[in-house]
């Protein structure tokens, strides 16, 4: 199927959005690579009205529902800035090895860079009934479970189950039908 599916299309619907490292790299399970990410959301929310509703990041992808105009270019924007972001911590941490994966994974047409983070599209799923959104924030919150990396969604620190259970989670997020 084309890539015409995975568009945002209403603007004023929820989409779920899966974001993965290019080739699975395992760029998150450093904590300072994870952060990045957080800014970018908590700058989304701030800066650009972009409503996020949940996220989970896995140690190779992230998975959020979010809510906004512009969005595709917002989140185009948040990808290109965290990629940056990535490289240069990489760089300045000397990381020649994760650094050379993402160069060799590199698709020979992006051209304006020796290195690439991020896979190509993030794949927007219009949410457009309270039942998807609630499977689509199950889903989320319940893939650290799925990994069998922890027992209780919760558990899972970089994810917004916490806020969720009425806790303070790592950054703020609007809770779905709360």
């Known amino acids: 199927m084309g ?16 974001c993965s490292v290019i080739e699975g790299i395992p760029l998150f399970k450093e904590p300072a ?11 989304l929310q701030q800066k650009r009205s972009v409503e996020l509703n949940a996220f989970v990041i896995m140690e190779n992808h992230i998975h959020f529902i979010v809510k906004g105009e512009d969005l595709s270019e917002h989140i185009r924007n948040f990808k290109s800035f965290s990629a940056h972001r990535i490289i240069n911590y990489l760089k300045e941490n000397k990381k020649a090895r994760t650094l050379r994966k993402l160069k ?4 020979d047409h992006k051209i304006e860079s020796d290195f690439q983070v991020w896979a190509e ?11 998807m959104v609630s499977q689509k924030i199950d889903y989320i919150h319940f893939n650290p479970l799925k990994r069998g990396y922890v027992e209780n969604p919760e558990h899972w620190r970089y994810s917004s189950a916490k806020n969720y259970r009425g ?3 790592l950054i703020p997020v609007t809770v779905f039908g709360g």
């Open 3 to 18: 890539r015409s599916r995975y568009k945002v299309r209403e603007e004023h619907y929820p989409y779920f959005m899966t």
């Open 33 to 43: 690579v994870v952060n990045f990410i957080l800014e970018g959301f908590v700058f």
């Open 104 to 107: 060799i994974a590199k698709l």
């Open 121 to 131: 599209g993030s794949h927007p799923q219009q949410l457009s009934t309270y039942k």
């Open 167 to 169: 806790l303070d989670g």
